[in-house]
């Protein structure tokens, strides 16, 4: 069963840092890439940007530059979401998703994760 | 970047009845454009992709039509877990973009 399994909700203040994990199973990891999308409370998804999972190349969407990064870990294989100087405007629900149609990084995301809240919060 | 117009953004139905929902692109997407079902809590599921192609454990109720700007879901005859929000979602363009959501409630 394909499946992506994300951290807990975190709870963080202006200005700190959080890294959200996103471990798959049930498929080799290296054949698809992996997205992340941001959804933030009562608002649709917002595509944030992808990472090859071959060759650990991100690509940032609009908006996702600086302060957020994608990486991997190759073993387990676990890919990563770092979010830095959090602001009020970061409080969302983070998704990672398998980009499962598609390809160099036009994908339909067909295996998602059950999603990591964080909240920034003073 | 591509914008993607979803309409209506309510559709108010009773079980039985067709659900018909639209997603407008600014400009054309050939065939590559996706739907997604979401749920409260619970992340988004692919419903449709490719306009028409419905993703593996898709009930056949649900159909996609459409090509270039102008893209339909429907859904047959609503079962009481099909009201919910639907996405329509681009890859034709980068970047990818999601539409605003039509939400499908009970009436």
């Known amino acids: 069963q394909m499946q992506l399994v994300q951290s807990g909700s975190e709870l963080q203040r202006p200005g700190a840092s959080v890294k959200i994990s996103c471990k798959p199973s049930g498929y080799i990891f290296t054949n698809y890439a992996m997205n992340w999308v941001r959804q933030a409370p009562g608002q649709g998804p917002e595509w944030m940007g992808w990472?090859?999972?071959?060759?650990?190349?991100?690509t940032y969407g609009p908006g996702f530059t600086g302060r957020f990064v994608f990486s991997l870990d190759p073993v387990p294989f676990t890919a990563h979401l770092q979010i830095s100087g959090l602001e009020a405007d970061d409080t969302a629900v983070y998704y990672c998703?398998?980009?499962?149609?598609?390809?160099?990084?036009?994908?339909?995301?067909?295996?998602w994760g059950q999603g990591t809240t964080v909240t920034v919060s003073s | 970047e591509i914008v993607l117009t979803q309409s209506p953004a309510t559709l108010s139905l009773s079980p039985g009845e067709r659900a018909t929902l639209s997603c407008r692109a600014s400009?054309?997407?050939?065939?590559?454009l996706a739907w997604y079902q979401q749920k409260p809590g619970q992340a988004p599921w692919l419903l449709i992709y490719d306009a028409s192609n419905r993703a593996t454990g898709v009930p056949a109720r649900f159909s996609g039509s459409g090509s270039g700007t102008d893209f339909t879901l429907s859904i047959s005859s609503l079962e009481p877990e099909d009201f919910a929000v639907y996405y329509c979602?681009?890859?034709?363009?980068?970047?990818?973009?999601f539409g605003g959501g039509t939400k499908v409630d009970i009436k």
């Open positions: 998703a398998r980009g499962g149609i598609g390809s160099g990084g036009f994908y339909a995301l067909d295996v």
């Open positions: 400009q054309s997407v050939g065939s590559k």
């Open positions: 990472i090859h999972t071959d060759s650990g190349n991100p």
């Open positions: 979602q681009q890859r034709s363009n980068w970047p990818l973009t």
